[in-house]
């Protein structure tokens, strides 16, 4: 389903202060080519989407040609902005002064943009806002707080902080499947599947003076589990570029591999003297393009 936004345009540049409490991150561009299986990262393509002492980063992208990201203003104010890489131009799906929103992404259906949000009570959970622009929606009002989530069958797989945090599946109000306790904070479903996979905390093997942490799974369906070997070393964000490839970054180096193999296959270093430590990433095939959530040095 493509979404067309038609609300007035951000004058993104304008956001301007002082570096927040999360750090000063911008996002980063990169041309890529090939299928999942052989892509190639074209590093001299590399520029910066962004470039701000503020927050950018948590990039998604939503249909072929837009992507969602969190931004902040002067006044640690949080906010969904969306992207258009036809257009080239940023406009606001939120303008909220009493409240942030984080981790936004399209729903299942495709109807809303889904966010973390930090509300004024400090209740933290997942809103709706839909793609119409009406009124932004409550998801679950118990389940909180939410660090970060994703979807499957239009339900919600939610990493909850507390003593000790947990990753729960909300299958119904009252029917919440606990998949896990020592989870890290990148989760994701593997396209085309039922599956939930993140990286373990309490499963590792250590290389060097860092942990390598286990990549395991959840059958949503058949609640069956596994292990897909370990992430990069020092390393807790990862994506799926289809139901076969993963990609990590460590530093400035972006890496790959099948998520049956074992070892990481280097496939591109993003050269840049004012950015480092590559964290988030969002991958569009349709646009062969690679956006990277960079700290600024």
């Given at each position: 389903?493509?979404?067309?936004?038609?609300?007035?345009?951000?004058?993104?540049?304008?956001?301007?202060?002082?570096?927040?409490?999360?750090?000063?991150?911008?996002?980063?561009?990169?041309?890529?080519?090939?299928?999942?299986?052989?892509?190639k990262i074209h590093p001299e393509t590399a520029f910066a989407?962004?470039?701000?002492?503020?927050?950018?980063?948590?990039?998604?992208?939503?249909?072929?040609?837009?992507?969602?990201?969190?931004?902040?203003?002067?006044?640690?104010?949080?906010?969904?902005?969306?992207?258009?890489?036809?257009?080239?131009?940023?406009?606001?799906?939120?303008?909220?002064?009493?409240?942030?929103?984080?981790?936004?992404?399209?729903?299942?259906?495709?109807?809303?943009?889904?966010?973390?949000?930090?509300?004024?009570?400090?209740?933290?959970?997942?809103?709706?806002?839909?793609?119409?622009?009406?009124?932004?929606?409550?998801?679950?009002?118990?389940?909180?707080?939410?660090?970060?989530?994703?979807?499957?069958?239009?339900?919600?797989?939610?990493?909850?902080?507390?003593?000790?945090?947990?990753?729960?599946?909300?299958?119904?109000r009252n029917d919440i499947i606990d998949i896990d306790q020592?989870?890290?904070?990148?989760?994701?479903?593997?396209?085309?599947?039922?599956?939930?996979?993140?990286?373990?905390?309490?499963?590792?093997?250590?290389?060097?003076?860092?942990?390598?942490?286990?990549?395991?799974?959840?059958?949503?369906?058949?609640?069956?589990?596994?292990?897909?070997?370990?992430?990069?070393?020092?390393?807790?964000?990862?994506?799926?570029?289809?139901?076969?490839?993963?990609?990590?970054?460590?530093?400035?180096?972006?890496?790959?591999?099948?998520?049956?193999?074992?070892?990481?296959?280097?496939?591109?270093?993003?050269?840049?003297?004012?950015?480092?430590?590559?964290?988030?990433?969002?991958?569009?095939?349709?646009?062969?393009?690679?956006?990277?959530?960079?700290?600024?040095?």
């Amino acid at each position: 389903m493509k979404i067309l936004f038609s609300i007035l345009l951000l004058n993104f540049t304008c956001l301007i202060g002082s570096a927040l409490a999360q750090g000063g991150f911008d996002l980063w561009v990169v041309e890529t080519s090939g299928k999942p299986g052989n892509l190639k990262i074209h590093p001299e393509t590399a520029f910066a989407l962004t470039d701000r002492p503020e927050y950018d980063n948590q990039p998604s992208f939503i249909n072929e040609y837009q992507m969602v990201f969190s931004a902040a203003d002067e006044n640690e104010n949080y906010d969904i902005i969306v992207y258009n890489f036809n257009s080239k131009k940023f406009t606001n799906m939120s303008r909220t002064s009493d409240r942030n929103e984080n981790s936004p992404m399209i729903t299942d259906c495709g109807m809303y943009i889904s966010a973390v949000v930090s509300e004024p009570d400090k209740k933290q959970r997942i809103w709706l806002y839909p793609v119409s622009f009406e009124q932004a929606e409550l998801l679950y009002d118990d389940i909180e707080p939410v660090g970060y989530y994703d979807w499957y069958n239009n339900k919600a797989a939610m990493f909850v902080l507390g003593e000790p945090n947990s990753l729960v599946y909300a299958r119904g109000r009252n029917d919440i499947i606990d998949i896990d306790q020592e989870v890290a904070r990148s989760i994701n479903k593997r396209p085309k599947t039922s599956e939930i996979t993140y990286l373990s905390t309490g499963e590792f093997r250590n290389v060097g003076d860092e942990k390598a942490l286990t990549l395991k799974s959840y059958d949503i369906e058949s609640g069956e589990r596994a292990e897909y070997s370990f992430g990069l070393p020092g390393a807790e964000d990862f994506i799926w570029l289809d139901k076969n490839y993963l990609l990590m970054a460590k530093g400035n180096n972006i890496y790959k591999r099948k998520y049956t193999d074992i070892n990481w296959e280097l496939v591109g270093t993003i050269e840049s003297e004012t950015h480092q430590n590559i964290s988030r990433m969002a991958y569009s095939e349709d646009l062969d393009v690679l956006v990277l959530a960079m700290e600024r040095k």
